[in-house]
């Protein structure tokens, strides 16, 4: 049979439609792969624009505490006020330069009241991992800080924590728990802090890269590619004779089967 009058038969039009259904399904996994890229490189480009922006006066960036721009991520902000420190708060499971330990939150309350939560950097876990192995005191009286935005964290569904402690940084939660209105968009990674006192690990600027995203995507092109090639050297093959088709194989064996059967009928015992 000629190579097009074998490609327009029902068989080999199902395979044609299952070989587009695969490249279209490898074109939409690489589109979702180049996608990732973008989003990965602008998160790159967002921390080295604002990690070198000027220190500005937190009001002046968010004049409600509900406000929320995702472009202020790494911005940072200048606040004034007292810290809760009845209200100190441990951030379990967190990994840091010694491993898995704690991180200690610090509400801060501003001249309006409202309430800024101050990550104050890392600790290290006690022996059982159950609270933190040192708890630094936060400085009494007006204080002046310095820290970077970071969005709030969602809640993870089943994950609880020990009295004073809280599995994620989600600042509703945490402002029910001291009982006062919080900026629940952001809080901040301490830079700096007038008076200074002992603090956590101090926090660096972030390493990010954009991670495998563009090799993944050329593969599933690839395999796309791959799978038209297949196709096209598979019809060739079966075009001329290489291959049989399965259902005139078994069509064979049972032509076969009949003349075995027909030649043991004649047979002497």
């Known amino acids: 049979m000629s190579l097009w009058r074998l490609a327009v038969t029902p068989r080999w039009w199902g395979i044609l439609g299952f070989t587009v259904a695969f490249a279209v399904v490898c074109v939409g996994l690489g589109q979702w792969q180049f996608d990732r890229r ?3 490189q602008a998160a790159i480009a967002l921390l080295d624009a604002n990690y070198e922006r000027y220190t500005i006066d937190l009001t002046t960036i968010l004049e409600t505490p509900a406000e929320f721009d995702v472009s202020e991520k790494w911005r940072s902000v200048r606040v004034t006020g007292v810290y809760l420190s009845s209200d100190i708060i441990y951030v379990r499971t967190r990994s840091g330069p010694g491993g898995i330990g704690f991180e200690q939150l610090a509400p801060l309350q501003t001249p309006s009241g409202v309430v800024f939560v101050v990550n104050r950097g890392w600790l290290p876990a006690n022996g059982d991992n159950s609270a933190p192995a040192e708890t630094p005191a936060v400085p009494s009286g007006a204080v002046e800080i310095g820290a970077r935005l970071i969005p709030s964290e969602k809640l993870i569904a089943g994950r609880d924590a020990p009295a004073g402690q809280i599995a994620t940084i989600n600042l509703e ?28 690990a101090p926090w660096e ?41 399965e259902r005139k194989i078994r069509a064979r064996r049972s032509d076969e089967d009949i003349e075995d059967a027909a030649l043991d009928a004649t047979r002497v015992r």
């Open 38 to 40: 973008a989003q990965a």
């Open 173 to 200: 939660t945490i402002g029910d728990r001291v009982d006062a209105d919080v900026y629940h968009g952001w809080y901040g990674r301490l830079e700096y802090e007038s008076p200074a006192t002992d603090a956590g």
């Open 205 to 245: 600027k972030p390493v990010l890269d954009e991670g495998p995203h563009l090799s993944y995507a050329l593969q599933w092109y690839v395999f796309a590619i791959m799978g038209f090639y297949g196709y096209g050297w598979a019809l060739r093959k079966e075009a001329r004779g290489d291959v049989v088709p």
